[in-house]
């Protein structure tokens, strides 16, 4: 039975700092944030899939990838059609598949949550309306956070006043998102 089953496991958001979770536990490492923020800490979670004799294992990737690419790329596997033009997830086949594969949402990828919104592209991330569950006490001033998680994986450094054009872009990434989603 367990070569006929595809088995994936993936945590839905960062490490838990509620009260009723006793203060929390766990760690997310370099990252910033935990559960209920879109700082990495809060959303970049480990995942893994299994499927013996049909996927590569024991092996790791580093791609880009969200919680809603699993959808179509299960239905790949099962052989199942989907119409996939208003879904924001991708198969994950090319990437299991391929070590070198580029991350599938090179276009970008935007998440909301609650009066926070992050719109990312490639090593570009931007969120709006910040805020760091990690550190409730702490108020981040500014409404945009702007970040290179090629040189800044921690989120420590706001870039968005040196980089207003970026800021921009990704905003109108943002706005494009919402308008599609809001239907």
């Not at 979770?21 to 959303?43: M, N, V």
């Not at 040196?162 to 599609?180: A, G, H, I, S």
Request: charge should be positive; charged fraction near 25%; hydrophobic fraction near 35%.
């Amino acid at each position: 039975m367990l070569e006929n089953t595809i088995i994936v496991f993936q945590s839905d958001n960062g490490h838990s700092v509620e009260e009723r979770a006793h203060g929390g536990g766990g760690s997310a490492g370099i990252y910033r944030g935990a559960k209920k923020c879109l700082f990495e800490g809060g959303i970049r979670v480990p995942a893994a899939i299994s499927w013996p004799r049909k996927l590569p294992s024991g092996e790791k990737r580093n791609q880009f990838a969200t919680n809603a690419d699993w959808m179509p790329t299960l239905a790949e596997l099962c052989g199942i059609k989907l119409e996939t033009n208003d879904l924001d997830g991708k198969s994950l086949l090319p990437v299991i598949n391929n070590p070198k594969a580029e991350t599938l949402h090179s276009e970008g990828y935007c998440w909301k949550y609650n009066e926070m919104w992050v719109a990312r592209k490639g090593k570009w991330k931007l969120l709006g309306n910040p805020f760091d569950s990690s550190q409730p006490k702490l108020v981040i001033n500014e409404k945009f956070f702007l970040v290179n998680l090629d040189e800044d994986p921690s989120e420590k450094i706001n870039l968005a006043d040196k980089y207003p054009d970026k800021v921009k872009e990704l905003t109108y990434q943002y706005q494009v998102w919402l308008k599609r989603n809001s239907k």
